[in-house]
Structure formats: structure tokens, C-alpha cells
């Protein structure tokens, strides 16, 4: 009874399934065909870099409301003290 489960267990440990290479490796083969200079583009540099202009991108719109925003509340408090 021992030697049994020994001997699973054993067989356990050594079966070696890589199911996701089986699932996947179609998927991984990347794009077959030629689908443009923009995701040529990106695919050439790091994806890295992608992220980082994007998110510069963000931040730069972002900055670009808060001073047009505070422009505009500026005016109205001008007209505010005035009214007073």
C-alpha cells in the first residue's frame, strides 16, 4: 500500500503537462500579416515607451484643465469683488 502511493506520488511529480503551451501556442505565434505603419510602430519600440507617452499625454491634458480652470475661477472671483 505504501509502495503504491510512493509510487504515485512519483509519477505525480514527474508527469510534466505544460498545458498552457498546448492551449496557447497558436496565439503566441504573434501577427501573421502586415496590419499597418501604426502598430508596426509600436510593436518595433518598447512597450514601455507606449505606456509612458500615453500617460505623459494624460498628465499634460490633465494640467492643461486644472490652469484653464483656475483662469476661469479667477475672473469670476474678480467679478465677485467687484460686485461687492
Do not use: C, H
Request: charged share 20%.
Amino acid at each position: 500500500m505504501i509502495l503504491n502511493l510512493l509510487v504515485t506520488i512519483m509519477l505525480l511529480f514527474n508527469v510534466q503537462t505544460d498545458t498552457l503551451t498546448q492551449a496557447y501556442s497558436d496565439k503566441w505565434d504573434g501577427p501573421t500579416q502586415d496590419e499597418g505603419a501604426f502598430i508596426d510602430f509600436m510593436t518595433s519600440n518598447d512597450m514601455i515607451f507606449v505606456v509612458l507617452g500615453v500617460s505623459l499625454i494624460i498628465w499634460f491634458v490633465l494640467l492643461f484643465f486644472i490652469t484653464r480652470t483656475e483662469k476661469k475661477l479667477a475672473i469670476i472671483e474678480a467679478s465677485l469683488k467687484n460686485l461687492k
